[in-house]
Protein backbone atom coordinates (compact mmCIF):
# COMPACT_ATOMS: atom_id res chain seq x y z
CA UNK A 1 0.00 0.00 0.00
CA UNK A 2 -0.08 3.24 0.15
CA UNK A 3 -1.09 5.79 -2.54
CA UNK A 4 -2.37 5.36 -6.05
CA UNK A 5 -3.23 8.10 -8.61
CA UNK A 6 -4.49 7.52 -12.55
CA UNK A 7 -5.85 9.46 -14.96
CA UNK A 8 -7.02 8.96 -18.60
CA UNK A 9 -7.09 12.25 -20.54
CA UNK A 10 -7.06 13.98 -24.19
CA UNK A 11 -3.92 15.58 -22.60
CA UNK A 12 -0.46 14.46 -21.27
CA UNK A 13 -1.18 13.68 -17.52
CA UNK A 14 2.75 13.16 -16.43
CA UNK A 15 2.42 16.26 -14.10
CA UNK A 16 -1.35 15.14 -13.29
CA UNK A 17 0.07 11.75 -11.66
CA UNK A 18 3.07 13.21 -9.77
CA UNK A 19 1.29 16.17 -8.07
CA UNK A 20 -1.31 13.63 -7.09
CA UNK A 21 1.11 11.93 -5.25
CA UNK A 22 2.89 14.67 -3.93
CA UNK A 23 -0.67 15.17 -2.38
CA UNK A 24 -0.56 11.60 -1.17
CA UNK A 25 2.95 12.31 0.77
CA UNK A 26 1.62 12.37 4.15
CA UNK A 27 0.68 8.85 3.91
CA UNK A 28 3.86 7.52 4.75
CA UNK A 29 6.01 5.52 1.67
CA UNK A 30 9.41 4.08 0.82
CA UNK A 31 9.61 4.14 -3.24
CA UNK A 32 7.51 5.95 -5.70
CA UNK A 33 6.60 4.67 -9.44
CA UNK A 34 4.89 5.90 -12.56
CA UNK A 35 3.81 4.14 -16.17
CA UNK A 36 2.13 5.86 -18.66
CA UNK A 37 0.93 4.78 -22.60
CA UNK A 38 2.74 6.06 -25.15
CA UNK A 39 1.39 5.87 -28.29
CA UNK A 40 4.45 5.09 -30.11
CA UNK A 41 6.33 2.51 -28.10
CA UNK A 42 3.77 1.22 -25.29
CA UNK A 43 3.97 1.27 -21.73
CA UNK A 44 7.13 3.55 -20.34
CA UNK A 45 7.88 3.09 -16.71
CA UNK A 46 9.64 4.91 -13.60
CA UNK A 47 10.39 3.96 -9.99
CA UNK A 48 12.44 5.39 -7.77
CA UNK A 49 13.45 4.41 -3.97
CA UNK A 50 12.93 7.31 -1.40
CA UNK A 51 10.87 10.59 -1.92
CA UNK A 52 9.47 11.74 -4.88
CA UNK A 53 11.35 14.42 -5.87
CA UNK A 54 13.81 11.53 -6.71
CA UNK A 55 11.08 9.72 -9.00
CA UNK A 56 11.01 13.43 -10.40
CA UNK A 57 15.12 13.64 -10.66
CA UNK A 58 15.20 10.11 -12.92
CA UNK A 59 11.82 11.75 -15.04
CA UNK A 60 14.05 14.45 -15.71
CA UNK A 61 17.13 12.82 -17.26
CA UNK A 62 14.83 10.19 -18.73
CA UNK A 63 11.04 11.41 -19.64
CA UNK A 64 8.05 9.54 -20.36
CA UNK A 65 4.82 10.85 -20.97
CA UNK A 66 1.64 9.74 -22.12
CA UNK A 67 -2.90 10.42 -22.01
CA UNK A 68 -3.35 7.70 -19.71
CA UNK A 69 -1.41 6.20 -16.77
CA UNK A 70 -0.93 4.93 -12.89
CA UNK A 71 1.47 6.13 -10.33
CA UNK A 72 2.02 4.82 -7.21
CA UNK A 73 3.60 5.30 -3.53
CA UNK A 74 4.62 2.50 -1.58
CA UNK A 75 4.84 1.61 2.06
CA UNK A 76 6.55 -1.84 1.94
CA UNK A 77 4.38 -4.96 3.12
CA UNK A 78 5.99 -7.64 1.10
CA UNK A 79 9.33 -7.50 -0.18
CA UNK A 80 12.11 -4.69 1.54
CA UNK A 81 12.48 -1.43 0.47
CA UNK A 82 13.87 -1.93 -3.04
CA UNK A 83 13.31 -0.48 -6.95
CA UNK A 84 12.25 -3.94 -7.79
CA UNK A 85 9.18 -3.76 -4.85
CA UNK A 86 8.37 -0.52 -6.45
CA UNK A 87 5.02 -0.29 -8.23
CA UNK A 88 3.66 0.07 -10.61
CA UNK A 89 4.35 -3.84 -11.47
CA UNK A 90 4.77 -5.15 -15.16
CA UNK A 91 3.90 -8.13 -17.29
CA UNK A 92 4.99 -8.57 -20.54
CA UNK A 93 5.56 -4.59 -21.14
CA UNK A 94 1.99 -5.19 -22.30
CA UNK A 95 0.05 -4.83 -18.36
CA UNK A 96 0.79 -2.07 -15.70
CA UNK A 97 -0.70 -2.66 -12.51
CA UNK A 98 -0.52 -0.05 -9.01
CA UNK A 99 -2.09 -2.05 -5.76
CA UNK A 100 -2.90 -0.90 -2.52
CA UNK A 101 -3.58 -3.68 -0.01
CA UNK A 102 -2.52 -7.51 0.95
CA UNK A 103 -3.15 -10.77 -1.25
CA UNK A 104 -3.42 -13.22 0.92
CA UNK A 105 -3.02 -16.29 -1.51
CA UNK A 106 -0.36 -14.65 -3.72
CA UNK A 107 2.23 -17.35 -3.14
CA UNK A 108 -0.18 -19.61 -4.64
CA UNK A 109 -0.78 -18.07 -7.28
CA UNK A 110 2.75 -17.24 -8.22
CA UNK A 111 3.23 -20.83 -8.42
CA UNK A 112 0.23 -21.15 -10.81
CA UNK A 113 2.06 -18.59 -12.86
CA UNK A 114 5.35 -19.27 -12.76
CA UNK A 115 4.18 -23.08 -14.17
CA UNK A 116 2.67 -20.91 -17.51
CA UNK A 117 5.80 -19.31 -17.90
CA UNK A 118 5.56 -15.75 -16.16
CA UNK A 119 8.74 -14.64 -14.58
CA UNK A 120 8.77 -12.59 -11.04
CA UNK A 121 11.25 -9.72 -10.59
CA UNK A 122 10.03 -8.34 -7.06
CA UNK A 123 8.77 -10.12 -3.78
CA UNK A 124 5.64 -8.29 -3.95
CA UNK A 125 2.10 -9.87 -3.81
CA UNK A 126 0.83 -6.99 -5.88
CA UNK A 127 2.83 -8.59 -9.42
CA UNK A 128 0.83 -11.61 -8.98
CA UNK A 129 -2.05 -9.04 -10.34
CA UNK A 130 -0.34 -7.98 -12.90
CA UNK A 131 0.60 -11.27 -14.81
CA UNK A 132 -2.52 -12.67 -13.26
CA UNK A 133 -4.75 -10.17 -15.94
CA UNK A 134 -1.99 -10.17 -18.57
CA UNK A 135 -2.63 -14.66 -18.49
CA UNK A 136 -6.41 -13.72 -19.15
CA UNK A 137 -6.37 -10.79 -21.62
CA UNK A 138 -3.73 -13.55 -23.42
CA UNK A 139 -6.72 -15.92 -23.79
CA UNK A 140 -8.94 -13.34 -25.92
CA UNK A 141 -10.93 -11.52 -23.09
CA UNK A 142 -10.78 -7.76 -22.24
CA UNK A 143 -9.04 -5.83 -20.15
CA UNK A 144 -12.35 -5.12 -17.84
CA UNK A 145 -13.08 -9.29 -18.28
CA UNK A 146 -9.41 -9.70 -17.43
CA UNK A 147 -9.70 -7.71 -13.80
CA UNK A 148 -12.74 -9.35 -13.19
CA UNK A 149 -11.91 -13.08 -13.74
CA UNK A 150 -8.58 -11.94 -11.94
CA UNK A 151 -10.33 -10.57 -8.78
CA UNK A 152 -12.29 -13.36 -8.25
CA UNK A 153 -9.01 -15.25 -7.44
CA UNK A 154 -7.88 -12.67 -5.09
CA UNK A 155 -8.38 -13.52 -1.64
CA UNK A 156 -7.46 -10.18 0.64
CA UNK A 157 -8.18 -6.57 -0.01
CA UNK A 158 -7.09 -4.64 -2.85
CA UNK A 159 -7.20 -1.11 -4.62
CA UNK A 160 -6.12 -1.78 -8.23
CA UNK A 161 -5.29 0.16 -10.98
CA UNK A 162 -4.50 -0.95 -14.28
CA UNK A 163 -3.65 -0.17 -17.89
CA UNK A 164 -2.48 -2.17 -20.86
CA UNK A 165 -1.03 -1.26 -24.12
CA UNK A 166 -3.58 -3.38 -26.04
CA UNK A 167 -6.48 -0.80 -25.11
CA UNK A 168 -4.29 2.01 -24.74
CA UNK A 169 -7.23 4.65 -24.15
CA UNK A 170 -8.45 2.59 -21.28
CA UNK A 171 -7.89 2.44 -17.51
CA UNK A 172 -9.57 0.02 -15.20
CA UNK A 173 -9.95 -0.31 -11.66
CA UNK A 174 -11.21 -2.47 -8.74
CA UNK A 175 -11.79 -2.36 -4.80
CA UNK A 176 -12.16 -4.75 -2.13
CA UNK A 177 -11.76 -3.69 1.39
CA UNK A 178 -9.24 -0.53 0.39
CA UNK A 179 -10.54 2.57 -0.70
CA UNK A 180 -10.36 3.69 -4.11
CA UNK A 181 -12.20 6.99 -5.33
CA UNK A 182 -13.09 7.81 -9.30
CA UNK A 183 -13.01 11.48 -9.64
CA UNK A 184 -14.78 13.13 -12.80
CA UNK A 185 -13.48 15.76 -15.09
CA UNK A 186 -14.35 17.77 -18.43
CA UNK A 187 -12.76 15.06 -21.62
CA UNK A 188 -10.76 13.09 -18.36
CA UNK A 189 -11.33 11.03 -15.26
CA UNK A 190 -9.03 9.81 -12.21
CA UNK A 191 -8.75 7.07 -9.73
CA UNK A 192 -7.07 7.54 -6.78
CA UNK A 193 -6.94 6.52 -2.67
CA UNK A 194 -7.71 9.66 -1.64
CA UNK A 195 -10.11 12.29 -2.82
CA UNK A 196 -6.51 14.74 -1.60
CA UNK A 197 -4.88 13.91 -4.76
CA UNK A 198 -7.11 14.99 -7.11
CA UNK A 199 -8.79 18.42 -5.45
CA UNK A 200 -6.85 20.54 -7.95
CA UNK A 201 -8.55 18.44 -10.83
CA UNK A 202 -12.40 17.63 -10.13
CA UNK A 203 -14.50 18.23 -6.90
CA UNK A 204 -16.70 15.67 -8.36
CA UNK A 205 -16.25 11.68 -7.00
CA UNK A 206 -17.99 8.71 -6.70
CA UNK A 207 -16.36 6.28 -3.83
CA UNK A 208 -16.19 3.12 -5.05
CA UNK A 209 -17.69 0.22 -2.93
CA UNK A 210 -16.47 -3.66 -2.27
CA UNK A 211 -16.69 -5.28 -5.02
CA UNK A 212 -17.14 -2.60 -7.81
CA UNK A 213 -14.96 -2.80 -11.13
CA UNK A 214 -14.71 0.61 -13.47
CA UNK A 215 -13.84 1.08 -16.46
CA UNK A 216 -12.72 4.84 -17.48
CA UNK A 217 -12.37 6.58 -20.53
CA UNK A 218 -12.10 10.05 -21.65
CA UNK A 219 -15.70 10.31 -21.92
CA UNK A 220 -17.35 8.05 -19.55
CA UNK A 221 -16.78 6.20 -16.88
CA UNK A 222 -18.70 2.63 -16.18
CA UNK A 223 -18.91 0.44 -12.74
CA UNK A 224 -20.03 -2.95 -12.75
CA UNK A 225 -21.02 -5.63 -9.61
CA UNK A 226 -18.09 -8.17 -8.62
CA UNK A 227 -19.58 -10.41 -11.43
CA UNK A 228 -18.94 -7.68 -14.20
CA UNK A 229 -21.86 -7.93 -15.82
CA UNK A 230 -24.42 -5.76 -13.72
CA UNK A 231 -23.99 -1.79 -14.05
CA UNK A 232 -23.84 -0.43 -10.92
CA UNK A 233 -25.18 3.40 -10.24
CA UNK A 234 -23.32 4.92 -7.10
CA UNK A 235 -23.63 8.61 -6.19
CA UNK A 236 -21.55 11.47 -7.66
CA UNK A 237 -20.47 13.48 -4.24
CA UNK A 238 -19.37 16.96 -4.53
CA UNK A 239 -16.40 18.32 -2.13
CA UNK A 240 -15.94 21.49 -1.12
CA UNK A 241 -12.07 20.60 -0.12
CA UNK A 242 -10.10 22.17 -1.80
CA UNK A 243 -6.14 22.65 -2.41
CA UNK A 244 -5.41 24.98 0.25
CA UNK A 245 -6.56 23.06 3.21
CA UNK A 246 -3.94 20.53 2.76
CA UNK A 247 -1.03 23.13 2.71
CA UNK A 248 1.31 24.09 6.03
CA UNK A 249 0.70 27.73 5.04
CA UNK A 250 3.32 29.08 7.93
CA UNK A 251 3.32 26.67 9.83
CA UNK A 252 6.87 24.52 9.63
CA UNK A 253 4.80 21.01 9.84
CA UNK A 254 1.78 19.79 9.27
CA UNK A 255 1.65 18.32 12.69
CA UNK A 256 2.35 21.79 14.27
CA UNK A 257 -0.40 23.39 11.80
CA UNK A 258 -3.07 20.58 13.00
CA UNK A 259 -1.93 21.02 16.91
CA UNK A 260 -3.02 24.68 16.38
CA UNK A 261 -6.32 24.15 14.44
CA UNK A 262 -7.79 22.12 17.67
CA UNK A 263 -9.50 25.07 18.97
CA UNK A 264 -11.40 25.54 15.18
CA UNK A 265 -11.41 21.62 14.80
CA UNK A 266 -13.46 21.12 18.34
CA UNK A 267 -15.74 24.33 17.48
CA UNK A 268 -16.85 22.76 14.45
CA UNK A 269 -17.65 19.30 16.20
CA UNK A 270 -19.98 21.31 18.37
CA UNK A 271 -21.48 23.26 16.00
CA UNK A 272 -25.25 22.53 15.80
CA UNK A 273 -25.38 19.83 18.10
CA UNK A 274 -25.88 21.50 21.14
CA UNK A 275 -28.27 24.11 21.74
CA UNK A 276 -29.46 25.93 24.92
CA UNK A 277 -27.43 24.05 27.23
CA UNK A 278 -28.55 20.53 25.40
CA UNK A 279 -27.20 17.59 23.01
CA UNK A 280 -29.41 17.27 20.13
CA UNK A 281 -29.61 13.66 19.60
CA UNK A 282 -30.81 13.78 16.02
CA UNK A 283 -26.54 14.60 15.57
CA UNK A 284 -26.38 10.34 15.41
CA UNK A 285 -29.23 9.85 13.33
CA UNK A 286 -32.68 10.84 12.80
CA UNK A 287 -33.64 7.43 14.52
CA UNK A 288 -30.82 7.22 16.91
CA UNK A 289 -33.03 8.81 20.04
CA UNK A 290 -34.82 5.10 19.99
CA UNK A 291 -32.31 3.09 19.91
CA UNK A 292 -30.06 4.81 22.25
CA UNK A 293 -32.67 3.87 24.55
CA UNK A 294 -32.19 0.21 24.06
CA UNK A 295 -28.33 0.46 25.40
CA UNK A 296 -27.75 -1.31 28.15
CA UNK A 297 -23.87 -1.95 27.67
CA UNK A 298 -20.89 -0.86 24.95
CA UNK A 299 -17.94 -2.11 23.27
CA UNK A 300 -15.46 -0.05 21.11
CA UNK A 301 -13.30 -1.16 18.58
CA UNK A 302 -9.97 1.37 17.57
CA UNK A 303 -6.43 0.90 16.35
CA UNK A 304 -3.96 3.19 17.88
CA UNK A 305 -5.05 6.96 18.48
CA UNK A 306 -8.41 6.00 18.03
CA UNK A 307 -8.03 3.61 20.19
CA UNK A 308 -6.90 5.58 23.45
CA UNK A 309 -10.18 8.09 22.83
CA UNK A 310 -12.00 4.85 23.37
CA UNK A 311 -9.87 4.15 26.42
CA UNK A 312 -10.66 7.93 27.54
CA UNK A 313 -14.63 7.11 26.83
CA UNK A 314 -14.86 3.93 28.93
CA UNK A 315 -14.00 6.12 32.36
CA UNK A 316 -16.56 8.57 31.07
CA UNK A 317 -19.16 5.86 30.00
CA UNK A 318 -18.99 3.98 33.16
CA UNK A 319 -18.96 7.44 35.43
CA UNK A 320 -20.99 9.93 33.63
CA UNK A 321 -23.58 7.48 32.07
CA UNK A 322 -23.26 4.44 34.53
CA UNK A 323 -23.27 2.35 31.30
CA UNK A 324 -20.63 -0.42 30.90
CA UNK A 325 -18.41 -0.31 28.38
CA UNK A 326 -15.54 -2.08 26.96
CA UNK A 327 -12.36 -1.47 24.35
CA UNK A 328 -10.63 -3.51 22.60
CA UNK A 329 -7.98 -2.89 20.08
CA UNK A 330 -9.39 -4.05 16.54
CA UNK A 331 -6.61 -6.11 15.32
CA UNK A 332 -7.28 -8.09 18.92
CA UNK A 333 -11.23 -8.26 18.95
CA UNK A 334 -11.14 -10.12 15.01
CA UNK A 335 -9.48 -13.37 16.52
CA UNK A 336 -11.48 -13.76 19.92
CA UNK A 337 -13.78 -15.79 21.04
CA UNK A 338 -17.30 -13.38 22.06
CA UNK A 339 -19.90 -13.35 24.55
CA UNK A 340 -22.16 -10.47 23.46
CA UNK A 341 -24.59 -8.95 26.29
CA UNK A 342 -27.89 -8.10 25.12
CA UNK A 343 -28.72 -4.26 23.97
CA UNK A 344 -25.17 -3.65 23.06
CA UNK A 345 -23.70 -0.64 20.74
CA UNK A 346 -21.14 -1.86 18.82
CA UNK A 347 -19.06 1.52 18.04
CA UNK A 348 -16.00 1.92 16.01
CA UNK A 349 -13.60 5.01 16.24
CA UNK A 350 -11.18 5.50 13.48
CA UNK A 351 -9.59 8.78 11.17
CA UNK A 352 -9.85 7.95 8.78
CA UNK A 353 -12.91 5.09 8.78
CA UNK A 354 -11.18 2.67 6.04
CA UNK A 355 -9.06 1.33 8.73
CA UNK A 356 -8.60 -2.12 8.02
CA UNK A 357 -9.18 -3.89 11.20
CA UNK A 358 -11.46 -1.64 12.73
CA UNK A 359 -13.40 -1.96 9.42
CA UNK A 360 -13.15 -6.12 9.83
CA UNK A 361 -14.50 -5.93 13.02
CA UNK A 362 -17.61 -4.03 12.10
CA UNK A 363 -18.31 -6.60 9.73
CA UNK A 364 -17.79 -9.02 12.33
CA UNK A 365 -20.20 -7.55 14.67
CA UNK A 366 -23.33 -8.05 12.66
CA UNK A 367 -22.91 -11.82 13.06
CA UNK A 368 -22.19 -11.78 16.53
CA UNK A 369 -25.46 -10.19 17.23
CA UNK A 370 -24.45 -6.57 18.21
CA UNK A 371 -28.05 -4.36 18.86
CA UNK A 372 -26.77 -1.41 17.24
CA UNK A 373 -23.66 0.06 15.15
CA UNK A 374 -21.95 3.80 15.16
CA UNK A 375 -19.11 4.77 13.18
CA UNK A 376 -16.93 7.61 14.88
CA UNK A 377 -15.00 9.28 11.64
CA UNK A 378 -13.48 12.08 9.67
CA UNK A 379 -14.36 10.93 6.59
CA UNK A 380 -18.48 10.81 5.69
CA UNK A 381 -18.23 8.56 2.36
CA UNK A 382 -15.43 6.20 4.30
CA UNK A 383 -16.48 2.33 4.23
CA UNK A 384 -17.04 2.01 8.02
CA UNK A 385 -19.23 5.08 8.21
CA UNK A 386 -21.31 3.73 5.04
CA UNK A 387 -21.30 -0.10 6.75
CA UNK A 388 -22.98 1.26 10.20
CA UNK A 389 -26.36 2.33 11.32
CA UNK A 390 -25.48 5.15 12.87
CA UNK A 391 -22.44 7.62 12.59
CA UNK A 392 -21.27 10.91 13.86
CA UNK A 393 -18.49 12.98 12.03
CA UNK A 394 -15.71 14.45 13.84
CA UNK A 395 -15.40 17.51 11.34
CA UNK A 396 -11.40 17.76 12.25
CA UNK A 397 -11.06 18.62 8.54
CA UNK A 398 -7.61 17.31 6.66
CA UNK A 399 -5.00 15.56 8.59
CA UNK A 400 -1.60 15.12 7.14
CA UNK A 401 0.58 14.39 9.87
CA UNK A 402 1.17 10.94 10.24
CA UNK A 403 0.86 11.55 14.11
CA UNK A 404 -2.73 12.37 14.63
CA UNK A 405 -3.45 15.71 16.69
CA UNK A 406 -6.87 17.01 15.77
CA UNK A 407 -8.05 13.83 15.26
CA UNK A 408 -7.67 12.41 18.97
CA UNK A 409 -9.01 15.53 20.39
CA UNK A 410 -12.15 15.53 18.20
CA UNK A 411 -12.94 11.77 18.67
CA UNK A 412 -13.21 12.45 22.17
CA UNK A 413 -15.41 15.29 22.34
CA UNK A 414 -17.90 13.13 19.78
CA UNK A 415 -17.50 9.92 22.53
CA UNK A 416 -18.83 12.40 25.13
CA UNK A 417 -21.44 13.69 23.58
CA UNK A 418 -22.17 10.03 22.78
CA UNK A 419 -21.70 9.50 26.43
CA UNK A 420 -24.17 12.11 27.21
CA UNK A 421 -26.79 10.59 24.64
CA UNK A 422 -26.41 7.55 26.35
CA UNK A 423 -26.51 8.82 29.81
CA UNK A 424 -29.96 10.12 29.29
CA UNK A 425 -31.77 6.76 29.95
CA UNK A 426 -29.81 5.55 32.86
CA UNK A 427 -27.76 8.03 35.62
CA UNK A 428 -27.38 11.22 33.79
CA UNK A 429 -30.21 14.11 35.08
CA UNK A 430 -30.72 16.80 33.01
CA UNK A 431 -28.44 19.72 35.50
CA UNK A 432 -25.72 17.22 35.14
CA UNK A 433 -26.21 17.34 31.25
CA UNK A 434 -26.15 20.73 31.25
CA UNK A 435 -22.80 21.20 33.14
CA UNK A 436 -21.43 19.03 30.93
CA UNK A 437 -22.53 20.77 27.97
CA UNK A 438 -21.37 24.06 29.26
CA UNK A 439 -17.57 22.46 29.65
CA UNK A 440 -17.80 21.10 26.42
CA UNK A 441 -19.07 25.05 25.21
CA UNK A 442 -15.91 26.34 26.52
CA UNK A 443 -13.20 23.49 25.41
CA UNK A 444 -11.84 25.01 22.82
CA UNK A 445 -10.99 28.31 24.53
CA UNK A 446 -9.49 25.89 26.71
CA UNK A 447 -7.64 24.44 23.87
CA UNK A 448 -6.18 27.68 23.37
CA UNK A 449 -4.67 28.28 27.03
CA UNK A 450 -2.95 25.23 26.66
CA UNK A 451 -1.23 26.65 23.54
CA UNK A 452 -0.28 29.21 25.47
CA UNK A 453 2.45 27.23 26.78
CA UNK A 454 4.34 26.27 23.41
CA UNK A 455 7.33 28.44 24.04
CA UNK A 456 7.43 27.02 27.75
CA UNK A 457 7.51 23.70 26.35
CA UNK A 458 10.11 23.97 24.28
CA UNK A 459 12.20 24.90 25.92
CA UNK A 460 11.40 21.50 28.15
CA UNK A 461 12.15 19.40 25.01
CA UNK A 462 16.06 20.99 25.03
CA UNK A 463 16.25 18.60 28.03
CA UNK A 464 15.55 15.55 25.85
CA UNK A 465 17.72 15.65 22.86
CA UNK A 466 19.94 12.83 24.48
CA UNK A 467 17.28 11.02 25.93
CA UNK A 468 16.71 7.61 25.00
CA UNK A 469 13.74 6.63 26.86
CA UNK A 470 10.74 8.10 28.55
CA UNK A 471 8.06 7.40 31.36
CA UNK A 472 4.37 8.45 30.92
CA UNK A 473 2.10 8.56 33.94
CA UNK A 474 -1.42 9.40 34.56
CA UNK A 475 -4.04 7.95 36.74
CA UNK A 476 -7.62 7.90 35.99
CA UNK A 477 -8.63 8.98 32.80
CA UNK A 478 -5.39 10.46 32.28
CA UNK A 479 -3.65 7.08 32.30
CA UNK A 480 -4.85 6.90 28.73
CA UNK A 481 -4.09 10.21 27.73
CA UNK A 482 -0.43 9.46 29.52
CA UNK A 483 -0.30 6.41 27.02
CA UNK A 484 -1.38 8.56 23.69
CA UNK A 485 1.42 11.24 25.14
CA UNK A 486 3.94 8.34 25.23
CA UNK A 487 2.93 7.19 21.43
CA UNK A 488 2.97 10.72 20.71
CA UNK A 489 6.67 11.17 21.20
CA UNK A 490 7.73 7.79 19.90
CA UNK A 491 5.79 8.05 16.98
CA UNK A 492 7.95 11.27 15.43
CA UNK A 493 10.83 11.41 18.03
CA UNK A 494 11.80 7.81 18.12
CA UNK A 495 12.59 8.00 21.58
CA UNK A 496 11.28 4.77 23.47
CA UNK A 497 8.63 5.78 25.79
CA UNK A 498 5.81 3.56 27.84
CA UNK A 499 3.46 4.98 29.64
CA UNK A 500 1.69 3.34 32.96
CA UNK A 501 -0.77 4.20 35.53
CA UNK A 502 1.03 6.22 38.47
CA UNK A 503 -0.02 3.62 41.39
CA UNK A 504 1.67 0.57 39.18
CA UNK A 505 4.93 2.16 40.00
CA UNK A 506 6.04 -0.03 42.67
CA UNK A 507 4.99 -3.31 40.34
CA UNK A 508 8.02 -2.45 38.40
CA UNK A 509 8.55 0.13 36.54
CA UNK A 510 10.29 2.07 39.81
CA UNK A 511 13.64 -0.57 38.54
CA UNK A 512 13.83 1.97 35.17
CA UNK A 513 13.86 4.99 37.24
CA UNK A 514 17.50 6.81 37.07
CA UNK A 515 18.84 10.26 35.96
CA UNK A 516 18.38 9.37 32.67
CA UNK A 517 14.73 8.28 32.65
CA UNK A 518 12.57 11.58 32.19
CA UNK A 519 8.99 10.99 33.62
CA UNK A 520 6.52 12.68 31.97
CA UNK A 521 3.16 13.23 34.19
CA UNK A 522 -0.42 14.85 33.44
CA UNK A 523 -1.73 15.95 37.15
CA UNK A 524 -5.21 17.56 36.90
CA UNK A 525 -6.96 19.24 40.31
CA UNK A 526 -8.90 16.12 41.03
CA UNK A 527 -9.64 13.22 43.17
CA UNK A 528 -6.83 11.35 42.57
CA UNK A 529 -4.46 14.45 42.76
CA UNK A 530 -3.01 12.89 46.11
CA UNK A 531 -2.30 9.87 45.44
CA UNK A 532 -0.67 11.32 42.12
CA UNK A 533 1.62 13.01 44.24
CA UNK A 534 2.87 10.06 46.86
CA UNK A 535 3.58 8.23 43.44
CA UNK A 536 5.60 11.31 41.82
CA UNK A 537 7.07 11.49 44.89
CA UNK A 538 8.71 7.82 44.34
CA UNK A 539 10.19 8.85 41.49
CA UNK A 540 11.97 11.79 42.82
CA UNK A 541 13.09 9.71 45.52
CA UNK A 542 15.12 7.41 43.60
CA UNK A 543 17.07 10.09 41.67
CA UNK A 544 13.70 10.45 38.44
CA UNK A 545 13.91 13.82 36.84
CA UNK A 546 10.37 14.61 36.87
CA UNK A 547 8.26 16.89 34.26
CA UNK A 548 4.40 17.60 35.22
CA UNK A 549 1.72 19.53 33.85
CA UNK A 550 -0.36 20.42 36.74
CA UNK A 551 -3.40 22.10 37.36
CA UNK A 552 -3.06 26.23 37.98
CA UNK A 553 -4.68 25.45 41.11
CA UNK A 554 -3.16 22.24 42.40
CA UNK A 555 -1.04 22.74 45.71
CA UNK A 556 2.22 21.45 43.84
CA UNK A 557 5.79 23.01 44.08
CA UNK A 558 8.72 22.95 41.83
CA UNK A 559 11.39 21.18 43.65
CA UNK A 560 14.88 20.35 42.26
CA UNK A 561 14.77 17.40 39.43
CA UNK A 562 10.89 18.46 39.12
CA UNK A 563 9.44 20.83 36.41
CA UNK A 564 5.92 21.83 36.67
CA UNK A 565 4.11 23.47 34.23
CA UNK A 566 0.82 24.86 35.07
CA UNK A 567 -2.51 24.36 32.98
CA UNK A 568 -5.14 26.14 33.30
CA UNK A 569 -7.85 25.46 35.32
CA UNK A 570 -9.75 22.91 34.00
CA UNK A 571 -13.48 20.48 34.64
CA UNK A 572 -12.57 17.01 35.54
CA UNK A 573 -14.66 16.28 32.20
CA UNK A 574 -12.74 17.98 30.13
CA UNK A 575 -9.59 17.17 31.14
CA UNK A 576 -8.59 14.65 29.06
CA UNK A 577 -8.90 16.65 25.78
CA UNK A 578 -6.95 19.41 27.29
CA UNK A 579 -3.67 17.92 28.94
CA UNK A 580 -3.85 16.17 25.61
CA UNK A 581 -2.29 19.38 24.02
CA UNK A 582 0.83 20.18 25.73
CA UNK A 583 1.71 16.60 25.41
CA UNK A 584 1.36 16.66 21.63
CA UNK A 585 3.26 20.11 21.78
CA UNK A 586 6.10 18.49 23.62
CA UNK A 587 6.22 15.46 21.16
CA UNK A 588 6.36 18.05 18.54
CA UNK A 589 9.49 19.67 19.91
CA UNK A 590 11.53 16.90 20.95
CA UNK A 591 10.81 15.69 17.34
CA UNK A 592 12.55 18.96 16.26
CA UNK A 593 15.40 18.64 18.45
CA UNK A 594 16.49 14.97 17.22
CA UNK A 595 16.15 16.16 13.70
CA UNK A 596 13.31 13.62 12.66
CA UNK A 597 10.83 13.71 9.69
CA UNK A 598 8.05 14.93 12.06
CA UNK A 599 5.15 14.51 9.43
CA UNK A 600 6.23 11.63 7.46
CA UNK A 601 7.95 9.26 10.39
CA UNK A 602 10.36 6.23 9.20
CA UNK A 603 7.89 3.07 8.89
CA UNK A 604 5.06 4.65 9.40
CA UNK A 605 1.85 5.48 6.94
CA UNK A 606 -1.56 7.47 7.51
CA UNK A 607 -4.06 5.10 6.82
CA UNK A 608 -3.43 1.60 7.67
CA UNK A 609 -5.42 0.17 4.98
CA UNK A 610 -4.25 -3.59 5.55
CA UNK A 611 -3.69 -5.80 8.47
Known sequence: MCGIVGAVAHRMIVPVLLEGLRRLEYRGYDSAGIAVINENDGINRARSMGKIKELEGLLAKEPVDGKVGIAHTRWATHGVPAERNAHPHLSRDSVAVVHNGIIENHEELRKSLQAQGYVFTSETDTEVIAHQIQYFMEQGVSMLEALRKTTQ????????????????????????????????????????????????????????????????????????????????????????????????????????????????????????????????????????????????????????????????????????????CNVEVASEFRYRKHVVAPGTLFVTVSQSGETADTLAALKESGRLGYAHTLAISNVPESSIVRESEFSMMTRAGPEIGVASTKAFTTQLTVLLMLVIALGRNNKLSGEDEAKIVEELSQLPNQIRHALELEDAIEEWAELFGDKEHALFLGRGAQYPVAMEGALKLKEISYIHAEAYPAGELKHGPLALIDSEMPVISVAPNNDLLEKLKSNLQEVHARGGELFVFADAESPMESVPNVKILRVAATNEVVAPIVYTIPLQLLAYHVAIIKGTDVDQPRNLAKSVTVE
Open 153 to 324: LLKGAYAIGVISAREPKTLVAAREGSPLVVGLGDGENFIASDIFALVDETKRFIFLEDGDIATLNTEEVVIYDKNGVQRTDRAINETKLSSNAVDRGTYRHFMQKEIHEQPVAVEKCLDGRIQSGRLLETAFGHEAEQAFSEIKAVQIVACGTSYHAGMVARYWMEDIAGIP
